[in-house]
Structure formats: structure tokens, C-alpha cells
């Protein structure tokens, strides 16, 4: 299972999304919804497998 965790600026834990059933879906998932989360003032989002208990990678939505 795959959840996005949501980052507001200052690195506070905003909440997560939904569960995925695998990578591919989380990151298309995303690749639709950026916009929205930045609009609701997620700065950056966390990607975790939980099922391994492991983060993926952390990265931001604005571009640099």
C-alpha cells in the first residue's frame, strides 16, 4: 500500500491520501492532483510503502 503524506511550508504533516494499491497509481494519482493539493496549501508531499515501511522520496510542488 502507497500514501502520499502532505507537507504545508514549514514541514507540518497537512494529512494524507488515500491508500493505493501500487506506485503507478499513487504517482498518476498525483500527476492529477498536484494543482488542487498546492491550491489547499500542500507545499511539498512524501511518498511511503507502508507495507514495507520505507519512504520513497519527499519532494515539492512548486516549480523551482
Avoid: H, I, K
Amino acid at each position: 500500500m502507497f500514501v502520499w503524506l502532505y507537507l504545508r511550508p514549514e514541514g507540518v504533516g497537512a494529512g494524507e491520501s488515500e491508500p493505493f494499491p501500487d506506485r503507478q497509481a499513487a504517482e498518476a494519482w498525483l500527476g492529477e492532483t498536484w494543482s488542487d493539493l498546492l491550491a489547499r496549501g500542500v507545499e511539498e508531499v512524501v511518498l511511503e510503502d507502508r507495507d514495507r515501511g520505507r519512504t520513497l522520496y519527499r519532494m515539492g510542488l512548486r516549480d523551482t
